[in-house]
């Protein structure tokens, strides 16, 4: 068991998450440190330009890498998908680890915080149970793009070929559905990064759990199970979120 969580990919999560918690903390230093300056009649308010360069960078971070991940799929699916493995395991600790710290720091009023907890550890299983469904993509999604390139340039309008091209479109829909339940994963890890009102916060959770959920559902490949009448697969993928939170407790 101990050797499933000490290899590469655990260390390549921690050291992700280590990373991503140092820019956070670097975010709050600049907006603590920040002074307005005001001109003219009091109305104009010019605050320090550094932390709106700060949170730009932060806020594309997760576009930059949705994308890159998304593009190397068919290159490093199967390592990717173990550290999706490792995270499922490690992000709740990050997010009790960054969400105490700040609540330490800025007092009860950020209390909200707590439910991003809540919303990493529902966010977890799912993507657990994302990476046991598809232990068996990876072989087939790899060399992905040769196959898409010889399909299309030597097309032909026959229903074979049709047949083969959807089929290979289709697991683009699978690979998109696993990055946005790795995506959905690090939103909920690290959300205690910005202050959010009530409504904000059930609005943040509401969105990127149901993301993760779809992003779950469909990377299971559901689709094609209901495709053809398979319910009682669906009903397995449905209900193995279900199973595995209780085994928890």
């Not at 005001?38 to 109305?43: K, V």
């Not at 576009?63 to 991940?69: A, D, T």
């Not at 009860?108 to 990493?120: E, G, K």
Request: proline share 2%.
């Amino acid at each position: 068991m101990l050797e499933n969580f000490i290899n590469l990919e655990s260390l390549l999560s921690i050291t992700f998450g280590a990373i991503v918690s140092f820019q956070a903390l670097k975010v709050k230093v600049v907006s603590n440190n920040q002074s307005p300056t005001i001109h003219g009649d009091g109305n104009v308010v010019t605050y320090n330009t550094q932390m709106a360069g700060t949170q730009k960078n932060f806020k594309y971070l997760w576009n930059v890498l949705f994308l890159l991940m998304f593009v190397s799929l068919p290159f490093w699916g199967a390592y990717l998908s173990n550290v999706l493995y490792s995270m499922s395991f490690f992000a709740c600790a990050l997010s009790v680890i960054g969400v105490a710290l700040t609540i330490r720091k800025h007092g009860a009023h950020r209390a909200l915080d707590i439910s991003y907890v809540l919303l990493t550890f529902l966010t977890s299983i799912l993507a657990y149970c994302t990476v046991v469904n598809m232990a068996g993509f990876w072989h087939v999604y790899q060399g992905y793009y040769g196959r898409l390139f010889v399909a299309f340039s030597e097309f032909s309008p026959t229903l074979a070929n049709l047949e083969y091209i959807g089929n290979l479109l289709y697991l683009l829909i699978v690979s998109f559905s696993f990055v946005l339940v790795f995506i959905s994963l690090m939103y909920a890890t690290f959300a205690y990064i910005r202050e959010r009102d009530f409504d904000e916060v059930v609005k943040f959770s509401c969105h990127h759990f149901i993301s993760a959920l779809i992003g779950y559902v469909l990377a299971s490949n559901s689709l094609t199970a209901l495709r053809d009448g398979n319910f009682s697969y669906i009903y397995y993928v449905l209900s193995l979120p279900v199973r595995v939170c209780m085994s928890v407790f």
